[in-house]
């Protein structure tokens, strides 16, 4: 029956300093006095020495190398025998020497060295236990009974005691690490505007930021102490100890890297604690996470990696398999808080926030896709990050396509005063603005929903993700931009609807110029949304715009300018003064009434104000110049000629810059 291997706990616990070897151990004495323990590796009458096997000197000054290099030949001896069911040689005298020697290392250590003061000692030790660890394998191919087994036990007994204290150094200096250099912040700056609501007030959302990976140093371990880490682990490893040390490593790193993001300030949270929370509130936390993520993509990962390769250089894949262990760790923990967010109450203002966070994870993903992590950890740690990018990304497109309701929901029934641009209006086109500056993003959201839902176009194909506009100025198609236009055309009909609830036709065109110019400007004042609507769209729009001056025109100014006809003012062939004055009378009264109602009415695009100033101006004052010009003479001999010419064409020009102004009182102060 073969001996089983020594069972190893599966945590190292020492009793006093960790020496205890036999049932009455001697006392540890100083460095220059032996340790006497019994670690007889043979019992007395047992056997006699193997007079063809070459013993070992009894000098007490036989050095390590020799004792090493006697076992080696035993270790030698004991592989090429073909049956291990036969006793095998006599142990010989070296073995125990062996062990006394690592013994007084051990005690050495745990009592005023560290492990790692003096590298050619350390070596001395890590070789030796190496030896042990080939011994203790090589005799547990014997049977329990044979004359090995008294040294197996002991040997097994050294090594394990050794282990424990490589474990408590290995442990040691992987928290005695200088954390603290990294956990600094830069003063606090503004970051992209937080919300939608935000954005139209132009506030800022002012967090820390972490330094850059210029800055810091992560972990922060000398290259000293990553050595002593790499010859343990590597000896930890090589002696069967790789689940003990690997357990140290992950325990301490997984807390260290918690700590560290504590720091960054962002803590755990739950998903309750998300839900009961207001919006303003979260979006802090929000931007908390989305650096944190990024500082973690940026210096944290890339520092835990380079750690775990520096110190399991020798083992890639224990490196690859802890590093992958810690990162889910960590990764999960942001999968958390953002599943927490996407199960928040949805609404048009966490539109970009969503965003943000969805870009967070989108370019965290290509971290873990390189040719160095293929294990089914690594597999596991990016199908979470996918699936929580996925998420978030249905809320963004649930949000944006909720746009479509708000407009219909807005069916007001009272006209915006003076014509304005509607509220609608404004929102929209800088939701929309601000939208497209994500417009790469929101394509890949809609893609991927158009691919759940199976959504097609009306020729039954997928649409595909086209970049600009086509060569004749119509927009590619793409999901997004399908989206786009269909909130486009909903706005212009709610607007339409709007604009007929204005009684006066004149004012029913200033409004619909007014929105339409507010529109153009803003798709052209992004080329991201300038892009997806085509040129082909801009001229259409202008086109509506340049109708709708000429119904303003038409509604207003025709009828004014029919008091200038010439027509009708001759009786038998004679020029009627009747007639003139109350021509003139009427041409003030109706201009009077136009320049008293349109003062009041309000343009806000400075170039569009201007646009329907000159154009009225060029209609008006010309014919009223010239009709003053033809017939004030008839007037100016007879009395109070100023009753019925009551404007000089200077004056006209003059009111007509006063229009579309939103000022109720211009006409009063200029007759004051």
């Known amino acids: 029956m073969e001996k089983p291997p020594p069972e190893k706990s599966g945590s190292f616990s020492r009793n006093g300093n960790g020496n205890q070897m036999d049932d009455n151990p001697g006392p540890a004495g100083p460095e220059s006095e032996a340790v006497h323990v019994r670690l007889d590796c043979q019992q007395p009458g047992e056997y006699e020495p193997n007079s063809n096997l070459e013993e070992p000197s009894s000098d007490p ?39 006394e020697m690592i013994q007084k290392m051990i005690t050495k250590y745990d009592s005023n060295a560290k492990f790692g003061q003096k ?24 049977p329990s009974n044979s004359t090995t087994a008294s040294c197996f036990n002991r040997a097994s007994t050294i090594l394990h005691l050794a282990m424990s204290l490589l474990d408590s150094e290995f442990r040691l200096i992987l928290e005695t690490c200088n954390q603290g250099s990294n956990a600094d912040l830069k003063s606090p700056k503004p970051l992209k505007q937080s919300s939608f609501s935000s954005r139209q007030e132009s506030t800022y959302c002012v967090i820390p930021e972490a330094k850059t990976s210029e800055d810091v140093e992560f972990p922060a371990y000398t290259p000293e102490a990553i050595s002593k880490m790499n010859r343990i682990a590597t000896a930890m490893i090589s002696s069967g100890y790789e689940s003990e040390c690997c357990m140290v490593y992950n325990m301490v790193r997984r807390n260290a890297f918690s700590s560290e993001l504590d720091k960054l300030g962002f803590e755990k949270i739950s998903i309750d604690d998300v839900q009961r929370m207001q919006w303003q509130s979260l979006e ?5 996470w989305i650096t944190v993520i990024k500082h973690s993509s940026s210096v944290l990962f890339s520092g835990e990696r380079k750690l775990c390769s520096s110190i399991f ?32 109450k949805r609404s048009a203002e966490k539109l970009f926030k969503i965003l943000d966070m969805y870009e967070a994870l989108r370019d965290l993903i290509p971290f873990f896709d390189d040719d160095t ?13 996918w699936a929580a990018k996925g998420r978030l990304g249905e809320v963004a497109v649930s949000i944006f396509c909720d ?31 601000y939208a497209c500056e994500y417009k790469d993003t929101l394509e890949q959201v809609f893609q991927k929903h158009q691919k759940m839902e199976g959504f097609a176009n009306s020729n039954g194909t997928v649409l595909d993700i086209k970049d600009g506009a086509n060569d004749d100025g119509t927009p590619k198609t793409s999901p997004f931009s399908v989206q786009l236009n269909s909130i486009m055309d909903l706005l212009d009909e709610n607007l339409d609807m709007k604009s007929k609830l204005y009684r006066d036709p004149a004012l029913k065109c200033i409004f619909l110029m007014n929105n339409g110019r507010y529109i153009l400007q803003k798709i052209k004042g992004s080329d991201e949304i300038h892009d997806m609507m085509g040129d082909t769209w801009c001229r ?19 009828r004014l300018l029919q008091c200038l006809n010439h027509d009708g003012l001759l009786v038998n062939g004679k020029l009627s003064k009747t007639i003139l004055k109350e021509r003139f009378k009427m041409f003030s009264t109706m ?18 104000q201007s646009e329907l100033r000159i154009s009225v101006s060029a209609v008006v004052t010309p014919a009223y110049r010239s009709f003053v010009g033809r017939f004030q003479q008839y007037l100016a001999s007879g009395r109070q000629p100023d009753k019925y010419i009551k404007y000089q064409p200077e004056d006209i020009e003059n009111l007509i810059d006063e229009l579309f102004d939103g000022n109720p009182t211009s006409m009063a102060r200029r007759r004051t």
């Open 61 to 99: 000054e036989l050095s390590l190398p020799q004792v090493l290099k006697d076992v080696d030949r035993f270790l030698e001896s004991l592989s090429t025998r073909n049956d291990a069911s036969i006793n095998p040689l006599d142990v010989p005298n070296s073995v125990q020497s062996l062990l």
């Open 119 to 142: 590298q050619e000692e350390d070596s001395s030790f890590i070789e030796s236990l190496n030896c042990i660890s080939k011994l203790i394998n090589v005799l547990g191919e014997f």
């Open 284 to 288: 802090g936390v929000v931007a908390t």
């Open 313 to 344: 250089s020798e083992h890639p894949s224990i490196s690859q398999r802890l590093f992958c262990h810690i990162a889910l760790a960590v990764a999960v923990r942001f999968v958390h808080f953002s599943d927490a967010i996407a199960l928040t």
């Open 373 to 385: 992590c293929s294990s089914e950890c690594y597999e596991e740690l990016k199908s979470e990050i």
């Open 403 to 433: 746009l479509e309701n708000s407009i219909r929901r807005d069916n007001g029934r009272t006209p915006v005063p003076s014509g304005a641009v509607h509220p609608l209006t404004r929102y929209t086109m800088n939701y929309l603005k």
């Open 540 to 558: 259409k729009r202008s086109s509506d715009l340049r109708q709708y001056h000429k119904a303003y025109t038409r509604e207003t100014w025709t």
């Open 591 to 608: 201009f009077d009434e136009i320049h008293r109602t349109q003062s009041t009415w309000v343009v806000s695009d400075d170039q569009l």
